[in-house]
């Protein structure tokens, strides 16, 4: 099973930034979709950006302030997230798999990510 170990969350004032790193088993550069989500306490999860062969996409709501990319020669993706706001604050998770639709099959653990002053 394909397994994914994210890192790098943690608290940040508004303004600041983070990135998220989430390390991949298996052969990386066969997975066609790549994901990163969100979900608060009592909300729903929301999609943040897909990564494709064509590049990233992001939700409204980050446009212009999270950048979502791929290293293979690490087996890593990443979330780059700045000029972060309190409504940021939530567990990201990592969703990557073999298909070209999402969800996909397999979840990260969540890191936790909180932005307070």
């Known amino acids: 099973q394909m397994q994914l170990v994210e890192s790098g969350g943690g608290l940040v004032q508004p303004g600041g930034s983070l990135r998220l790193s989430c390390a991949v088993s298996g052969s990386f550069f066969s997975i066609l979709g790549m994901a990163w989500y969100r979900q608060a306490p009592g909300k729903q999860r929301e999609l943040v950006a897909t990564?494709?062969?064509?590049?990233?996409t992001y939700a409204d709501f980050v446009k212009g302030r999270f950048t979502a990319s791929r290293d293979n020669a690490k087996n890593t993706v990443y979330l780059q997230m700045n000029s972060l706001k309190p409504e940021d604050t939530a567990a990201y998770y990592c969703?990557?798999?073999?298909?070209?639709?999402?969800?996909?099959?397999?979840w990260g653990q969540g890191t936790q990510v909180t932005v307070s002053s």
């Open positions: 990564i494709t062969p064509g590049g990233s």
């Open positions: 969703n990557a798999g073999y298909g070209t639709t999402g969800p996909f099959a397999y």
